[in-house]
Nanobody, 125 residues
Framework: AALLQESGGGSVQTGGSLRLSCAAS????????MAWFRQAPGKEREGVAA???????AYKDSEKGRFTISQDNTKNTLFLQMNRLKPEDSAMYYC???????????????????WGQGIQVTVSS
């Protein structure tokens, strides 16, 4: 069975950095597109960054220039480098994947059938 496992979360101070990783196992071939979402208490889940297998990327407007999504296709691993973190970035971060043929880097949660358990990111002021 396909499995997504996030790692790298934790607590940092404002202005700090974190690098999230998502290991995708059980996929043959590797997912066509993957994405990072986040959900803060009382708020809807929102797309943060997405990437297609061809390298197409998409970012939430407010995160452009601060967050960078990348992938290592040989190891089926997705990354999210987060810099200049702010308290409003605090949330559960989820890795999502779509193994159907579609390279479009979408930030819409409904387009991803597979999800990880999530990992907490907390940014203190």
């Amino acid at each position: 069975a396909a499995l997504l496992q996030e790692s790298g979360g934790g607590s940092v101070q404002t202005g700090g950095s974190l690098r999230l990783s998502c290991a995708a196992s059980g996929y043959t071939p590797s997912p066509y597109r993957m994405a990072w979402f986040r959900q803060a208490p009382g708020k809807e889940r929102e797309g943060v960054a997405a990437i297609g297998r061809t390298g197409m990327t998409a970012y939430k407007d407010s995160e452009k220039g601060r967050f960078t999504i990348s992938q290592d296709n040989t190891k089926n691993t997705l990354f999210l480098q987060m810099n200049r973190l702010k308290p409003e970035d605090s949330a559960m971060y989820y890795c999502a994947a779509d193994s159907r043929y579609n390279n479009y880097a979408s930030l819409q949660a409904l387009e991803y059938p597979d999800w990880g358990q999530g990992i907490q990111v907390t940014v203190s002021s």
